[in-house]
């Protein structure tokens, strides 16, 4: 029981990616307190300030403890720049980095006042390697790899490791949705895109919150500041 004793927030718990870490962590014996819009423990709009600033206070108050803060929740926005609006913009900026900044900020000052902590970001494989067609998703996700490379470092002295993973293409219900928009068979398009892996396959949920449960545990105690690629070898492929 790896995370016996140890309290957990975990956004976008619901989500695919989410719903993953939230088991993971739990199976390893820790207090998970779940956000998302709905069906979580404290339901509501990662847009809003308020709502993010307020999160890691209302896990102290009611779990006394925060040892790990996981920013999973996130949105994907396409379309060339030329094709995208303002609202495109302001959205997936306030999602993808100005809640996980606002989380961070709020988590890292309760952290350093009781020992320490970890904090485990969700950035992409694009965050690191830009892809085509994604401007604004690919930028945030950037940001947040920036993002979790700076606070690794300044907090190191805190005990708190702040690390990202970068997850290449996952079966969730965001990749799933892109499909079907496109007008494609989700399931087809995920064979195809399967032989484009080295490994053979996109990645499972579980196959990114195995990732990030290590990073959150004392096994991980070295790693800092990193942008762990969880992409199946894919560019070897
Ligand atoms: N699926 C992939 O291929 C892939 C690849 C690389 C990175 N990622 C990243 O992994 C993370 C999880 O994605 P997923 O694939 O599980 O997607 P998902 O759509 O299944 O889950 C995302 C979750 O975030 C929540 N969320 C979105 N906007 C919110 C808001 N305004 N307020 C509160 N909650 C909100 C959603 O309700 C949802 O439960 C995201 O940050 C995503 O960018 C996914």
Not at 64 to 69: A, C, F, P, S
Not at 198 to 220: H, K, M, Q, W, Y
Request: glycine share 10%.
């Amino acid at each position: 029981m790896r995370f016996s004793g140890k309290v957990a927030l975990v956004t976008g718990a619901t989500g695919g990616i989410g719903q993953a870490i939230v088991k993971k962590l739990r199976s390893g014996g820790a207090t998970v307190v779940t956000t998302d819009r709905e069906g979580a423990d404290f339901c509501g709009d990662l847009m809003e300030a308020g709502f993010c600033d307020a999160l890691p206070f209302e896990v102290m108050k009611t779990q006394g403890r925060l040892d790990i803060l996981i920013n999973n929740a996130g949105i994907i926005t396409r379309g060339k720049i030329t094709e995208s609006s303002d609202e495109d913009f302001t959205r997936t900026m306030a999602i993808n980095i100005e809640a996980p900044f606002r989380l961070c900020r709020a988590a890292i000052g309760i952290m350093a006042n009781s020992g320490g902590g970890a904090i485990i970001n969700t950035s992409s494989w694009w965050g690191v390697h830009p892809g085509p067609d994604h401007p604004i998703y690919i930028m945030s996700k950037a940001a947040i790899a920036s993002l979790s490379q700076c606070l690794g470092r300044d907090h190191a002295h805190h005990n708190i490791r702040v690390n990202a993973v970068c997850p290449n293409e996952v079966n969730t219900p965001m990749l799933r949705t892109g499909f079907s928009i496109r007008g494609l068979d989700p399931d087809t398009a995920i064979e195809d895109l399967n032989a484009s892996v080295t490994l053979g396959r996109i990645a499972e949920p579980e196959d990114i919150a195995d990732v990030i449960a290590f990073l959150a545990s004392e096994e991980a105690r070295y790693i800092c500041g990193a942008l762990v690629e969880v992409n199946g070898g894919k560019p070897l492929a």
